[in-house]
């Protein structure tokens, strides 16, 4: 298996050793969790080949490894002009049958990792071209081809494949650190925690407790998560809220109930703020998205965000619900999302849409006796 | 034009009332700013009828207008079976021609959006399916269809049309708040603008200045934008910053000059803090994407985050640099983006990768003989 990265090799040569060595662990981890034998995993010349007889099985299981942006199931053969004509002619043939075509329109495209081999790549292109057509019905197109017959050369060896399958991209899981992320049970915050994960981080999921239901499903939501997760190593981590009901009872008391969700959400950074410092997480991550329903406005995620000094990522801030939908589902959160949650009770008619910071800190005082203040204040 | 607009639609009444007015401004605004006639724009069943003779141009315009999701030139006339059996027609030859096919398959939809007319919709479709079959080479096909005719029937009126024009989505311009974003004048920077415009926000932009150069590449990206930003009213706000020599100074003074870029960061964010206040704006946006260079960690976003106590929306934080370029290039900034620039003689060989806040709080007092702290703190 040829696996291609991107990023990792725009930075500077020890960075990318490094991206490397963590892609190629991840890779392992990946495999291995899934128990798909392989013999080898090693990085050469900007690619890393994975040596292993299992080549369908991997793809699905390295398609979700990130900083990878694409995979090609090849042959390895020694690099001799004659093995590297039947060996393309073979594939060739296997993917005509597959797409099933009387004449398919091809393209031969040779590169030369190391520059052993006598030919250049243009005459490779041109010598495994001839062989093709001369054992079966196809027509060279160089722009619209139906297959297109990969030869990469490298020590002596060369590698035939026929099939690039595009993979997620991002950085490799650990290159970027750990932030928390907090897990709601709803369809937005496990596409924010991994679209974090896509980017290199190790999330750490936290879920404010509602209920036995919503926790079971909260659970669903992060076992389909890890399938993106190799290289990471957390587990959900589930907060029972004790101060929950004490602000409940007073906002009640206050007449001001409307307050009742900010409060949630604030608390909720007060307890990922304290995870994340007992894990050294960098940040938190949310699944706002701006506007999408009348309570997430700039004033209440502003309010929200005093409760912690560690900047908070949102992801979705600038996305409309389809899109998010459309990733949902890609990564398979979806339906999970859509499971039955427990009812809260205390969800009031009318939460304020626009909070006021005076008037939080206010409430704060009144129930808590102090003013909210966040670390390094 | 039908206008259909969409999260607008799932709001409570009274919001939506709010939301439409809005959209309903921004659509005039843009069709005046470009100058293109118009009857009138109002809102009617959950859609909003422009009424222009010039659908051609509006149409590039309205496609700019956030909040709007699809866009049909319609043919308004009366609610009478002919008319509207002639009407679709004429409108089905047209795009037919436009296809060139021989024999299109089609289908048509109706919908009664009030219900005084005698048919219900699937009796129209039936109608003016067999009209269109009696009078052209065509042939129905629900599933594959080359041209779908609408017919949407309202307040005596009927409104054909066989285009239906995808649009950006996202919320009216002005009905989540105002936020400043910083413009670097790179890639990045306008595309986070941007996102956040969709979502609804007026942006205001500030740039600080590098150069002449820089300067007027980000005057041209802004006037890009701007497309977008109907309903907003900002213009381009350059902040000279006083502090930068000192601090450059100072830093190669102690041979910390590693900490130029997040010192650069930093007071970029102080900057746009106080624009923010001076304006009203809710939270500052800025380009960063996780890991995308080496400094663009979550330790240095960490550091970068304390400058202000306003949320910081990093709308690319999850993207890859592949995603960035292709919206770049879909609104219209990429080119201007890659716009030469003044060469920052200042940036250090080898910038702090992970920056110490402590370091950091260190470098500060030593520059500026205080902590730094952040209002409200």
Same mark, same amino acid.
Request: aromatic share 8%.
């Given at each position: 298996?040829?696996?291609?990265?991107?990023?990792?090799?725009?930075?500077?040569?020890?960075?990318?050793?490094?991206?490397?060595?963590?892609?190629?662990?991840?890779?392992?981890?990946?495999?291995?969790?899934?128990?798909?034998? &392989?013999?080898?995993?090693?990085?050469?010349?900007?690619?890393?080949?994975?040596?292993? /007889?299992?080549?369908?099985?991997?793809?699905?299981?390295?398609?979700?490894?990130?900083?990878?942006?694409?995979?090609?199931?090849?042959?390895?053969?020694?690099?001799?002009?004659?093995?590297? /004509?039947?060996?393309? +002619?073979?594939?060739?043939?296997?993917?005509?049958?597959? @797409?099933? @075509?009387?004449?398919?329109?091809?393209?031969?495209?040779?590169?030369?990792?190391? #520059?052993?081999?006598?030919?250049?790549?243009?005459?490779?292109?041109?010598?495994?071209?001839? &062989?093709?057509?001369?054992? =079966?019905?196809?027509?060279? %197109?160089?722009?619209?081809? %139906?297959?297109?017959?990969?030869?990469?050369?490298?020590?002596? #060896?060369?590698?035939?494949?026929?099939?690039?399958?595009?993979?997620?991209?991002? +950085?490799?899981?650990?290159? $970027?650190?750990?932030?928390?992320? @907090?897990?709601?049970?709803?369809?937005?915050?496990?596409?924010?925690?991994?679209?974090?994960?896509?980017?290199?981080?190790?999330?750490?999921?936290?879920?404010?407790?509602?209920?036995?239901?919503?926790?079971?499903?909260?659970?669903?939501?992060? /076992?389909?998560?890890?399938?993106?997760?190799?290289?990471?190593?957390? %587990?959900?981590?589930?907060?029972?809220?004790?101060?929950?009901?004490?602000?409940?009872?007073?906002?009640?008391?206050?007449?001001?109930?409307?307050?009742?969700?900010?409060?949630?959400?604030?608390?909720?950074? #007060? /307890?990922?703020?304290?995870?994340?410092?007992?894990?050294?997480?960098?940040?938190?991550?949310?699944?706002?998205?701006?506007? $999408?329903?009348?309570?997430?406005? @700039?004033?209440?995620?502003?309010?929200?965000? $005093?409760?912690? %000094?560690?900047?908070? &990522?949102?992801?979705?801030?600038?996305?409309?619900?389809?899109?998010?939908?459309?990733?949902?589902?890609?990564?398979?959160?979806?339906?999970?999302?859509?499971?039955?949650? =427990?009812?809260?009770?205390?969800?009031?008619?009318?939460?304020?849409?626009?909070?006021?910071?005076?008037?939080?800190?206010?409430?704060?005082?009144?129930?808590?006796?102090?003013?909210?203040?966040?670390?390094?204040?």
């Amino acid at each position: 298996m040829i696996v291609r990265y991107g990023e990792i090799g725009t930075k500077s040569r020890q960075t990318r050793k490094w991206f490397e060595s963590i892609l190629i662990n991840n890779i392992r981890e990946a495999l291995v969790s899934e128990s798909i034998d &392989y013999k080898s995993v090693f990085a050469k010349h900007g690619r890393i080949i994975v040596k292993t /007889n299992r080549a369908k099985e991997s793809i699905d299981v390295l398609k979700r490894v990130f900083g990878i942006v694409s995979l090609s199931p090849a042959m390895e053969i020694d690099a001799e002009l004659e093995k590297i /004509n039947k060996t393309a +002619l073979k594939l060739f043939r296997k993917k005509k049958r597959e @797409l099933n @075509l009387e004449k398919p329109k091809f393209r031969v495209t040779a590169r030369r990792i190391t #520059k052993e081999f006598p030919l250049k790549s243009p005459e490779i292109q041109a010598k495994v071209g001839e &062989y093709i057509l001369k054992n =079966d019905e196809a027509e060279v %197109d160089l722009k619209n081809y %139906d297959i297109e017959v990969g030869v990469e050369l490298m020590e002596g #060896k060369a590698y035939i494949f026929v099939d690039k399958i595009k993979a997620w991209g991002g +950085l490799p899981i650990g290159t $970027q650190g750990k932030v928390v992320a @907090l897990l709601s049970g709803g369809i937005d915050s496990p596409v924010a925690a991994f679209l974090m994960m896509k980017r290199g981080c190790e999330v750490i999921p936290v879920h404010i407790y509602m209920g036995e239901k919503t926790l079971e499903k909260v659970r669903k939501i992060w /076992n389909q998560l890890k399938k993106y997760h190799y290289g990471g190593k957390a %587990d959900l981590i589930v907060i029972k809220p004790k101060e929950r009901e004490k602000i409940i009872e007073k906002l009640k008391g206050l007449k001001k109930e409307n307050y009742t969700c900010v409060f949630c959400k604030f608390m909720m950074v #007060k /307890n990922a703020d304290k995870i994340a410092r007992e894990f050294g997480a960098k940040g938190i991550v949310m699944g706002d998205s701006l506007g $999408q329903v009348a309570s997430q406005t @700039l004033e209440n995620m502003y309010i929200v965000s $005093q409760a912690s %000094d560690l900047p908070i &990522y949102r992801p979705l801030i600038g996305m409309d619900k389809e899109e998010i939908v459309e990733i949902a589902k890609k990564i398979g959160t979806f339906e999970l999302s859509t499971l039955p949650e =427990d009812e809260v009770p205390f969800i009031p008619k009318h939460p304020v849409i626009r909070g006021s910071w005076e008037e939080f800190k206010k409430l704060y005082r009144e129930i808590f006796g102090e003013e909210p203040k966040k670390r390094g204040c």
